[in-house]
């Protein structure tokens, strides 16, 4: 990617130990040589046989048993695939269902499958708590609204790495380390908490990619009974969506990619990308900030990133008391967390302004705290969900790391640091995360055309923070059959944040079927 954040959001983020996977929301860590070559030199990612094969048949089979789910109008069920699709049959994962029936009036559709992203957003959690109450009633009546949680995630055999009290210490760990010390126990924790992962879910972590996610989705299809994939995905869920319109283009229905990722680029090069996206974005909060007069920052926008730069190093060597009944100080990691975690929507640049008040004129960390736990998806009595460890691992297997090592990131930092003065450095080291993993990644950055895929929409929002426009360009540009639909403004996505344009623009899409024109612009 939840809210501070736009319910699409979904953020993307770990800590700053982890944001370089979750940040990019669906990042994917990527090939640890860089940006050189162009995003045309990559092979696209290969169609599949139309033919179902026989060894998974018996999956595509499989009726789906619906049952209460505790939530009011809604529906569960658990549905099977292969653990292994290279090995259908030797094992499979149970994946959470659920779903809102079609409200009328007017004729069903069919089924309407939505992605927070991530990776590691509950999609069934999004579905009960924003998507089948909040999303527009022309939409909810003509389709049943359903979700799944991927494989790894939420209530789908989720992939677990660290206690309560371990993640706090991970997510505290200082990421702009000053000399070896630091640097060795930066390193530290980013072996300790691969290592977690390793113990903990040994099998599973082999078979979490984004492609194995898509295919599932395919199943799923099938056993909702329909013929082809109506799909609204956000951030990573656009990655998510994407590769399934690439391995099953004859079976895209209406597509929605909503704060695209760019498939082609390697982690290096979306990480920096992404680092960008938050410095545009935090220009945008810094011109709103000097406007108010309760901003802590300065009076000019051009001071705000020099002070608020100042104030993370002053917390790196003092950390601020917070009231936190654990006992944990406002860290730089953590204050930094949430600064980022409010440039997703610029809602949540007023509790920003008073959460820096408070930290910067009466040393009270709580509210930059509170930020950087909704962040992480923290819970009060110190409990946290499975979305960082989910994050992490889809993204190390997706692509190779970006970095291989300290001294890597040291020689990319100049370039990190011109991308973002105040966020660089942390986001450059954040990139190290997948450098320690337990399992090998299975992909590469590749190309994304889906050629005979039906229209599918393609949404960017220029000055997005953490799937930058550029990215949504790209993916247009590679998708055979994509229209690019444009939202000028602020914050991470663009569909259901109040643009009525862009709201209209999507929602006949998907009830009647009529893309809009490619290239529309909406504010």
Not at 216 to 222: E, F, H, S, T, V
Request: net charge neutral.
């Amino acid at each position: 990617m939840h809210s501070r954040r736009s319910p699409h959001r979904f953020r993307t983020g770990v800590t700053l130990l982890s944001f370089a996977a979750l940040l990019v929301s669906a990042c994917s860590s990527g090939s640890a040589t860089s940006s050189a070559s162009p995003a045309v030199a990559r092979a696209a990612l290969a169609a599949l046989p139309q033919a179902t094969p026989s060894a998974l048949a018996p999956y595509y089979g499989q009726k789906l048993s619906w049952r209460d789910c505790g939530v009011p109008g809604f529906q569960c069920a658990t549905m099977k695939a292969p653990l292994d699709y290279a090995r259908p049959g030797v094992g499979d994962v149970r994946l959470a269902v659920a779903r809102k029936k079609a409200t009328g009036p007017g004729k069903r559709i069919g089924s309407l499958l939505v992605n927070p992203g991530g990776p590691g957003g509950s999609a069934v959690g999004y579905l009960q708590q924003y998507a089948g109450i909040g999303y527009p009633a022309p939409v909810r009546a003509r389709y049943d609204m359903v979700a799944v949680d991927p494989r790894g995630v939420a209530r789908s055999e989720p992939v677990e790495c660290l206690d309560g009290r371990e993640m706090d210490a991970y997510t505290q760990t200082d990421v702009t380390p000053d000399d070896r010390r630091e640097t060795d126990e930066l390193v530290d924790a980013y072996k300790e908490f691969a290592e977690g992962c390793g113990a903990q879910s040994p099998k599973l972590l082999r078979h979490v990619s984004t492609v194995e996610a898509a295919r599932d989705m395919d199943i799923l299809r099938a056993a909702l009974g329909d013929r082809k994939l109506t799909y609204v995905g956000a951030s990573y869920g656009t990655f998510l969506g994407a590769t399934y319109a690439g391995l099953f283009p004859e079976r895209v229905g209406r597509l929605v990619l909503d704060g695209a990722m760019d498939p082609s680029l390697p982690s290096r090069r979306m990480n920096l990308d992404q680092t960008a996206g938050f410095e545009t974005a935090f220009q945008s909060f810094a011109k709103d900030c000097v406007r108010q007069p309760d901003c802590p920052l300065g009076t000019k926008a051009a001071q705000v990133g020099k002070n608020l730069k100042a104030f993370f190093d002053r917390l790196d060597a003092r950390p601020l008391p917070t009231g936190d009944a654990d006992g944990r100080r406002l860290t730089e990691s953590l204050a930094t967390t949430g600064v980022i975690a409010a440039m997703y929507d610029e809602s949540a640049w007023e509790q920003l302004r008073e959460a820096l008040n408070s930290a910067m004129r009466e040393n009270d960390g709580a509210g930059l705290l509170v930020l950087s736990d909704s962040y992480y998806e923290r819970d009060a009595e110190g409990g946290y969900a499975n979305l960082m460890f989910a994050n992490a691992a889809v993204n190390c297997i997706d692509l190779p790391a970006a970095f291989d090592g300290p001294d890597e990131v040291r020689r990319a930092l100049p370039d990190f640091e011109k991308a973002s003065p105040v966020f660089g450095e942390g986001l450059a080291w954040a990139s190290l995360n997948c450098a320690y993993w337990p399992v090998a990644p299975t992909g590469e950055p590749h190309r994304i055309e889906a050629k005979g895929a039906a229209p599918i929409v393609v949404v960017g929002t220029t000055r997005d923070p953490a799937t930058p426009y550029r990215w949504a360009q790209s993916l247009a540009g590679q998708l055979s059959s994509a229209r690019l639909l444009t939202y000028r403004g602020d914050g991470h996505t663009a569909y259901g944040r109040g643009s009525s344009c862009i709201d209209s623009a999507i929602n006949t899409y998907l009830v009647r079927g009529t893309p809009p024109t490619d290239g529309k612009r909406c504010s």
